[in-house]
T-cell receptor
């Protein structure tokens, strides 16, 4: 069964304190792994898609990496505006375009 | 970029009434739309896949007769919660896939969500 597990559930950082969020996944043939940002009361906002092990993508203070079993979202020198829930999701090559989401990591960045 | 508009953003209804939620793709034609529900501090749970011009595909455990999905055009899908009860209170989110974008390269575009409260 396809599954996505994110850790930690919540992460509290001081402004400027870099850290990483983990996403472990099990999928029968990965089509793509996605990272989304979700603010309270809003729909998820797309950040990255990763397709194969070794791939990396960056956007401002965020960098996503992928291995065969997990993905990391690295946050460098975070700012309070980076506070949000970060969701990881996967799509399998089979099963149409169904996306399986993890429970998310709630990030709090204090000034 | 692709934009998905979802309305209403919040709704309060009485137990036993029905509520309709709309999801529109504004600048692309979405042959496939997805409906999710999300409980507080939990992840998005896929309810159903909505295909234009055909019946929706429901996930296991989701009642078809309770959550009616209509995808009559390439830009509009609706979710109707029939005979709503307090346990249906949740955050409902739609998403759409733009078939003209390269496979899953850009992920999916999500609506802003609808907070349903049944009293």
């Amino acid at each position: 069964e396809d599954q996505v597990t994110q850790s930690p559930e919540a992460l509290r950082l001081q402004e400027g304190e870099s850290s990483s969020l983990n996403c472990s996944y099990t999928v029968s043939g990965l089509r793509g792994l996605f990272w989304y940002r979700q603010d309270p009361g809003k729909g998820p906002e797309f950040l990255f898609t990763l397709y194969s092990a070794g791939e990396e993508k960056e956007k401002e203070r965020l960098k996503a990496t992928l291995t065969k079993k997990e993905s990391f979202l690295h946050i460098t020198a975070p700012k309070p505006e980076d506070s949000a829930t970060y969701l990881c999701a996967v799509q399998a090559r089979t099963g149409g375009f169904k996306t399986i989401f993890g429970a998310g990591t709630r990030l709090f960045v204090k000034a | 970029g692709a934009v998905v508009s979802q309305h209403p953003s919040w709704v309060i209804c009485k137990s036993g009434t029905s509520v309709k939620i709309e999801c529109r793709s504004l600048d692309f034609q979405a042959t496939t739309m997805f409906w999710y529900r999300q409980f507080p501090k939990q992840s998005l749970m896929l309810m159903a896949t909505s295909n234009e011009g055909s019946k929706a595909t429901y996930e296991q455990g989701v009642e078809k007769d309770k959550f009616l999905i209509n995808h009559a055009s390439l830009t509009l899908s609706t979710l109707t919660v029939t005979s709503a009860h307090p346990e249906d209170s949740s955050f409902y989110i739609c998403s759409a896939r733009d078939p003209d974008r390269a496979e899953a390269n850009y992920g999916y575009t999500f609506g802003s969500g609808t907070r349903l409260t049944v009293v």
